[in-house]
């Protein structure tokens, strides 16, 4: 075999495509969509080389179309799950030592896969399973994802090459192994590219993997495991499974082999899942990595120095894009009252100017919600803020899922700061705005720091440099990712590492070489050239 010290090839982040009328690419994309709106799937379990279709199934609907069906997923029994781990464990004997340059090949192929073939595919899947905008699915699905993995082959290239200090009595090294037994990956609906980065993130280092896709996203799961395969990951390696998550998550937690657990979804459901590490950590064989990254109740806070026609883009961007189920998404702000008639007249001229429907018409810039939960959860919400006497809604506030889960964009206007709209993470296109006299601006700050259990992402809007460095300092902790005078949401691979702290997760820093060391359990080797040959020292004379 050939030996070599191997350089990679330079990340850079895959180019935006603007999909402009006429163009190819645009073309193309709804080419895929008509086919794969018009084709239904049968979507198995992948265990191993087996595909399982276990009989019991569940159908696969658009959100902004929930009647079509556009596919049909098989549910696992605990027995799967089980084979799932045992072939995991049995796929890791090759795998783990498999060199590291050929383990990269296979995701900078997966890359390019995407980048070229399945393009269109993939982002044509997101806009129909997730009901994205051609944008929202061409920032996540293709660029994000692409990113995701050429990246993380850079850095797992520069972790190998970092090594301890030696000398001429002794060669020191320090070699990163994947971790010993299996990890358990589990994915959120909302970005394509999460669902795929986090299985593949641990998988790149050596692990072998479990997967649970969210069940609002198995469709363009779907295209991310062909991907994988066509790309040479090895069978077993990244095990797919869908089902009760209660009964998958609980026999994952069960086995002595769980070495840890790569997550991204709700607080609530990964504090359940921390306790049932917890409880069962006398049964591990070791301590299981625990990597969350949760919710957010993310803000903007905009300074009487602030442009308006700024601020109004961050709100309106960072909050309704993608219906504002993100993470990230912008859901409290905090004006001035110097600037807020300004800020009210924009607002008024920019929501009201959107148009809401299915994301193949790509005049739209408003689709569905998830699903009927969320759809209901947002309705509720917003039917409390019109009952309330110290809330306003003043843009929005209609919904209706007789065809799709459509919510209006909605802005809530509150006299309360703790208003429940600015504390509560709804996950959805709905934004809660609280005006603050000029003069209490570092009052404010305080209140924004001290108003939501995150601290996820966060953003200031100010022309005054003495205002921006008071923010930064007093909302240190308030936010993982803190923008200035930008949208608190849109981080970029290798150019803003994501993550928050709090509730909001563990900050592992996805797209970062900080992920990918979470995955690796170092051994450092001390090799003595010559070796003493007696106990005594020159001290003892």
Known sequence: MTKGFFNVPKAVNEPVKAYAPGSVERERVLAAYKEMWNTQIDVPLYIGAEEIRTGNTRTMSAPHDHQHIVGTYHLAEKKHIDQAIATALEARKKWAAMSWENRAAIFLKAAELIAGPYRAKINAATMIAQSKTIHQAEIDASCELIDFLRFNV?????????????????????????????????????????????PASAAMMGNVVVWKPSDSQIFSAKVIIDIFKE?????????????????????????????GVHFTGSTHVFKDIWAKIGANIHSYKTYPRIVGETGGKDFIIAHPSANVKQVVTGITRGAFEFQGQKCSAASRVY????????????????????KMGSPEDMSNFITAVIHEGSFDKLASYIDQAKKDADAEI????NYDKSKGYF????????????????????????????VY?????????????????????GA????????????????????GNFYINDKPTGAVVGNQPFGGARASGTNDKAGSMLNLLRWVSPRTIKETFVTPEHYSYPFLG
């Open 335 to 354: 004006i001035p009252q110097s600037l807020w008639p300004a800020v009210k007249n924009q607002l008024e001229i920019d929501v009201n100017s959107m």
């Open 154 to 198: 850079e850095y797992m290239a520069q972790i190998y090459k970092e090594q301890p200090q030696s000398d001429s009595s002794t060669w020191n090294r320090v070699e990163h192994r994947p971790l010993e037994g299996f990890v358990y990956a589990i994915t959120p609906f909302n970005f394509t590219a999460i669902a795929a980065n986090l």
């Open 231 to 259: 790309a040479g990951v090895p069978d077993g390696v990244i095990n797919v499974v869908y089902g009760d998550p209660i009964m998958i998550t609980e026999t994952v937690l069960a086995s002595p082999d769980f070495a």
């Open 437 to 457: 006299e000029d003069a209490k601006w570092s009052e404010t700050l305080e209140l924004v720091d001290a108003t939501s259990e995150y601290a996820l992402t």
């Open 460 to 479: 200031v809007f100010s022309q005054c440099r003495y205002a921006v460095e008071e923010a930064v300092i007093a909302l240190q902790n308030a936010a």
């Open 394 to 397: 003043i843009l929005g506030g």
């Open 407 to 434: 919510i209006e964009p909605t802005v809530i206007v509150t006299t309360n700061p703790k208003y429940t709209t600015m504390e509560t993470e709804l996950f959805g296109p709905v934004v809660t705005i609280y």
